[in-house]
């Protein structure tokens, strides 16, 4: 398929240098860079669809453990105990 694109002079001149480097065409540098790219996305995409996180909602804030609660309580105690014991 024959398709005519504008590229700005940075991207033209990047496939420019690339080319005369590999000693290949413009049509053949692009083809490839624009192919490792997608196929570069698409992996990304699927490992991005894999690992997605799951949301809940919750009644407790950001952040709290509900299931280390009881030792927040537990602390609270031992501070307020220590507390009594240290007043006069």
Known sequence: MVTTIKLDNDVADFF???????NRSIDQVA??????????RSKRQEIEEHF????????YAPGVDRTKLNQL???FEVDSYIDKQQQP
């Open 16 to 22: 420019q240098k690339r080319s005369e480097s590999q």
């Open 73 to 75: 309580n537990d602390q």
């Open 52 to 59: 997605r996180v799951r949301t809940f909602s919750s009644d």
């Open 31 to 40: 083809n490839e860079f624009l192919r490792s790219e997608i196929e570069a």
